[in-house]
Antibody, heavy 121, light 111 residues
């Protein structure tokens, strides 16, 4: 059974940073593109970033001005997202998601349960 | 405001058919990129329902189907059931934004 389990969320002050993790099991992580998608409270879904199978190709949402860094460690079956210069607008549940095929045109066939990041003083 | 436009809400009685629409642009749906549909039950993560022209993940009932025409896409749900009450999102790649975009979501209420 495919499982994705996020961790690392919590209360973070404005201007701070957070590193989120996603532990993958039940499939070969190194065979899949992976993404992070976030959802602000009561709002819709927003793609944040993705990364290819070996980490050599990464994309992130342009409007985030480079504050998001995605990475992976296939040996540890893990995906990561580091977010810097946090603002209250970054408060959201952050989901890791497996891409059904390759690259930015793909859908997401498996999702974690999400980890909540709350930015507040 | 979302790049892909969805009606905020739709409703239907059990056994009826409902259609959820997703209106895009020439840079996304109109460019021929696949449209993906998700169901999000309250308090849970999204779940892939339908992708592209005809991909339905195993376990998803055939009552759910997707289609696309021009710059719009639709999700049809037939024989509506109480457990279908959820939020539904469309998603597509947008070439002008160089990334995937989601619709704002449609809340389905089963009367």
């Amino acid at each position: 059974e495919v499982q994705l389990v996020e961790s690392g969320g919590g209360l973070v002050p404005p201007g701070g940073s957070v590193r989120l993790s996603c532990a993958a099991s039940g499939f070969t992580l190194s065979a899949f593109w992976m993404s992070w998608v976030r959802q602000a409270p009561g709002k819709g879904l927003e793609w944040v970033a993705n990364i290819n199978q070996d980490g050599s190709a990464k994309h992130s949402i342009v409007s985030m001005k480079g504050r998001f860094t995605i990475s992976r460690d296939n040996a540890k079956n893990s995906l990561y997202l580091e977010v810097n210069s946090l603002s209250v607008e970054d408060t959201a549940v952050y989901y890791c998601a497996r891409e059904a095929s390759s690259g930015l045109v793909s859908g997401y066939d498996n999702w974690g349960q999400g980890t909540l990041v709350t930015v507040s003083s | 405001q979302s790049v892909l436009t969805q009606a905020p809400s739709v409703s239907g009685a059990p056994g009826q058919r409902v259609t959820i629409s997703c209106t895009g642009r020439r840079s996304n749906i109109g460019a021929g990129y696949d449209v993906h549909w998700y169901q999000q039950l309250p308090g849970t993560a999204p779940k892939l329902l339908f992708s592209g022209n005809n991909y339905r993940p195993s376990g998803v009932p055939e009552r759910f189907s997707g289609s696309k025409s021009g710059t719009s896409a639709s999700l049809d749900i037939t024989r509506l059931q109480a457990e279908d009450e959820a939020d539904y999102y469309c998603q597509c790649f947008d070439s002008s934004l160089s990334g995937p975009v989601f619709g704002g979501g449609t809340k389905l209420t089963v009367l």
